[in-house]
């Protein structure tokens, strides 16, 4: 069965300081790997996804991730953290092709201090 | 394109009640997954419909059971009411067509509160 585990329950970081979020996941074929993101009260935001190809994939706010099969890891980066990326974030990965079924692992809340 | 639409984004019943939720799917769209978001279990998936028809389902109660209709829209219903029922129920939609890389884009959500 896939699983995936994000270490890291909640993570503070500064206003201005780099950030990388940790994920990662058990899945017996070529995972399709995902980043979401939620603020308080909404739905979820898609930040980016890998399917296959270059193993560095760039996301929308100026996130990254970097796919490792070695590691079975798919962290997320940001060089320069604003305080409006507080949230929570979503790790995930879907299910053969169609990605009907996402498993998501518990997320990490990210607190940004001014 | 609008996004995915989910009402109502409220709700509070009492145990025992049932309570449907409403999915509006974005245009074009065939896919509808629901799942439950909780502090405790995370989020976990509940089903996915496809044209009209549950494909896949989660290891969730019969209690909660949901339907598609011939515009995509999808409705998802919970009987029998528990405390334990209180969640964010989010649903997501994808083309579904399978042919692989497939992204769901989620709604904003339900919250129910079960007193």
């Known amino acids: 069965a896939q699983s995936v585990t994000q270490p890291d329950i909640h993570i503070t970081v500064s206003e201005g300081a780099s950030l990388e979020l940790r994920c990662n996941y058990s899945?017996?074929?070529?995972?399709?790997l995902f980043w979401y993101v939620q603020s308080p009260g909404q739905g979820l935001q898609l930040l980016l996804k890998?399917?296959?190809?270059?193993?560095l994939v760039q996301g929308i706010k100026g996130f990254e991730a970097e796919f490792k099969r070695s590691q079975s890891s798919f962290n997320l980066r940001k060089p320069s953290v604003h305080w409006s990326d507080a949230a929570e974030y979503f790790c995930a990965v879907g299910r053969g092709g169609s990605n009907y079924k996402l498993t998501f692992g518990k997320g990490t809340l990210l607190t940004v201090n001014p | 394109k609008a996004g995915v639409t989910q009402t109502p984004r409220y709700l509070i019943k009492t145990r025992g009640q049932q309570v449907t939720l409403s999915c509006s799917p974005i245009?074009?769209?065939?896919?509808v997954s629901w799942y439950q978001q909780t502090p405790g279990q995370g989020l976990q998936f509940l089903f996915e419909y496809f044209s009209e028809t549950q494909r896949n389902k989660g290891n969730f109660p019969g209690r909660f059971s949901g339907r598609q209709f011939s515009n995509s829209r999808s409705e998802m219903n919970v009987s029998t009411l528990e405390l334990g029922d209180s969640a964010l129920y989010l649903c997501?939609?994808?083309?579904?067509?399978?042919?692989?890389?497939?992204?769901?884009?989620f709604g904003p959500g339900t919250r129910l509160l079960v007193l």
């Open positions: 245009s074009g769209h065939r896919s």
């Open positions: 890998y399917f296959s190809g270059d193993t």
């Open positions: 899945y017996g074929a070529t995972p399709y």
């Open positions: 997501a939609s994808s083309t579904g067509l399978r042919l692989g890389g497939e992204t769901q884009y």
